[in-house]
Every structure is written in C-alpha cells, then in structure tokens.
C-alpha cells in the first residue's frame, strides 16, 4: 500500500535517504523540486509550502503542489510536483505533472501508481485535462503515463534536439 504526502518534517531521514540516492546516482534530478537542497530541511519545506500558496516565487513559475509517494513504513518512494497552471514553456516541455521513483524502487509499478494517485490531487485543484511529457528515449515513463488513459499530441523538439512526448488525460 502506497500513498501521497505533502513533504513534512517527521519524514526528514526518510526524504534524505531518497535524496541521497538520487544524487550519487548521477541521473537528472526529476522533479525539479527534488534538486531543492534538504540540509536545511525546514527551509526546504517552506519553500515547497510557498510553491503551493505561490508565495514569493521567482518570475514565470507557476503554482505548484509536491507531494512524496510513501510506502506503510514511510519510505519515500518517490516525489511529484503538480504545477496549477502551464506557461508556454510548460505547455511544450513540462506539463502539469513532473515525477520520479528513487533508482532502488524502479520497475516496480509505482510511477504507475504514482501518476494515477496524481491526477486525483491535480483534479482537487481543478485540472480537468492535465498534460504529461517525457523525453522520447523515455519508454518507461511513456508506458506509464499510456497506462494513466495518456492521449498522444504532437511532439515538441527543444533547441538542443531533444524530442518531447506529450500526452493529455482527461480526469474524470
């Protein structure tokens, strides 16, 4: 049994075992909030909390609510950060949801999960159609956001070559 929570301080060690891992993986932080330096943890958490209340947030960045996906024992599988609303630059290469599973919990079926649990927070916060992108050398998560009921929409190519799925779910 697995379950979304809003980032909180009684889960401080767990969350810095999930971002130590990331990080001496080596692979792209995804979210972009879990690049967030945590060793200022409540620091950290107020950011996060004004993300969602769009509180002192540099131009351009959207509203956006992040929450961790734990297992019954509280590790923290995985994160997800729902932005409110798209920019242009969203609308191309960013989407509503942005997600990742810590390397040790992949292929396990909890992006899966995860994405599902999602779409219920982004239909809270009144998203009726939410979009979902990855990089086109990306199957896992393409499989996954498929799995999610994922519509194809055409393509985005950034500057540097890279090719972006895009994907729209209805939530209903």
């Given at each position: 049994?697995?379950r979304?929570?809003?980032?909180?301080?009684?889960?401080?060690?767990?969350?810095?075992?999930?971002?130590?891992e990331?990080?001496?993986?080596?692979?792209?932080?995804?979210?972009w909030?879990?690049?967030?330096?945590?060793?200022?943890?409540?620091?950290?958490?107020?950011?996060?909390?004004?993300?969602?209340?769009s509180?002192?947030?540099?131009?351009?960045?959207?509203?956006?609510?992040?929450?961790?996906?734990?297992?019954?024992?509280?590790?923290?599988?995985?994160?997800?950060?729902?932005?409110?609303?798209?920019?242009?630059?969203?609308?191309?290469?960013?989407g509503?949801?942005?997600?990742?599973?810590?390397?040790?919990?992949?292929?396990?079926?909890?992006?899966?999960?995860?994405?599902?649990?999602?779409l219920?927070?982004?239909?809270?916060?009144?998203?009726?159609?939410?979009?979902?992108?990855?990089?086109?050398?990306?199957?896992?998560?393409?499989?996954?956001?498929?799995?999610?009921?994922?519509?194809?929409?055409a393509?985005?190519i950034?500057?540097?070559?890279?090719?972006?799925?895009?994907?729209?779910?209805?939530i209903?």
């Amino acid at each position: 049994m697995v379950r979304l929570v809003k980032p909180n301080v009684e889960l401080e060690k767990e969350y810095l075992s999930f971002y130590e891992e990331w990080k001496e993986s080596g692979e792209d932080m995804v979210p972009w909030v879990i690049s967030q330096d945590p060793s200022d943890f409540p620091k950290m958490l107020r950011l996060l909390s004004n993300n969602e209340r769009s509180m002192g947030q540099p131009e351009g960045r959207v509203q956006n609510s992040t929450f961790w996906l734990v297992d019954k024992s509280n590790k923290v599988l995985g994160a997800v950060n729902i932005r409110h609303q798209l920019t242009p630059h969203l609308y191309n290469a960013g989407g509503h949801i942005g997600y990742g599973i810590r390397p040790s919990e992949r292929l396990k079926g909890y992006a899966t999960k995860l994405l599902e649990l999602s779409l219920s927070e982004a239909k809270k916060i009144g998203i009726k159609e939410v979009l979902v992108v990855c990089d086109a050398d990306n199957m896992g998560s393409e499989r996954t956001i498929m799995k999610n009921g994922g519509r194809a929409d055409a393509d985005y190519i950034e500057d540097d070559g890279n090719i972006i799925k895009r994907y729209w779910i209805d939530i209903v």
